[in-house]
């Protein structure tokens, strides 16, 4: 079992390349919403506090974290420079877990091999609310953080490739 010895959100502004002409795309699951929101805030503050004009960012909502792939396929075909996937899938008591779980993170792994805008993992799979609520703003920091900035640091990799 992993064990998380760091704060997700702890990051060296030192080492983000200049995002400040970058636009980023943020397909955001509404299904467990608490979660999700904590995300997307971590994500949203993160390209602000790394100079992404607010017109930059653009939101959309889908109803799940199945339906992420789908969102975030539209979503590349955008004015975009990076896509950052939002979702919170957690363990109940059926294999529903097992097959959303590997749909999204496969199909994610589809659009970056198929397009040449990367599309960012912030999907969370949790094997309790509480684990969601520590990385999603809780004690771990929130994993939407670290997705913004791996969001730059692609679509800067992709600019300078």
Not at 52 to 66: A, F, H, L
Not at 109 to 119: A, E, G, Q, R, S
């Amino acid at each position: 079992m992993a064990t998380i010895n760091k704060n997700l959100s702890d990051y060296d502004k030192n080492t983000i390349p200049n995002a400040k002409n970058f636009r980023f795309g943020i397909v955001v699951s509404e299904w467990n919403d608490s979660i999700t929101e904590g995300l997307f805030e971590g994500a949203y503050n993160t390209l602000i506090e790394n100079q992404v004009p607010e017109d930059q960012i653009m939101r959309w909502n889908v109803p799940g974290s199945y339906e992420l792939i789908f969102g975030c396929k539209k979503m590349q075909e955008q004015d975009v420079d990076a896509v950052i996937a939002i979702g919170s899938v957690i363990q109940g008591e059926t294999k529903h877990f097992d097959f959303v779980c590997d749909a999204v993170s496969q199909g994610i792994k589809d659009l970056n091999i198929l397009h040449d805008v990367p599309v960012i993992f912030c999907v969370l799979t949790d094997n309790t609310l509480q684990q969601a609520i520590d990385r999603s703003g809780g004690k771990h920091g929130n994993k939407g953080t670290e997705a913004a900035v791996a969001a730059i640091k692609m679509a800067h990799l992709n600019l300078s490739a």
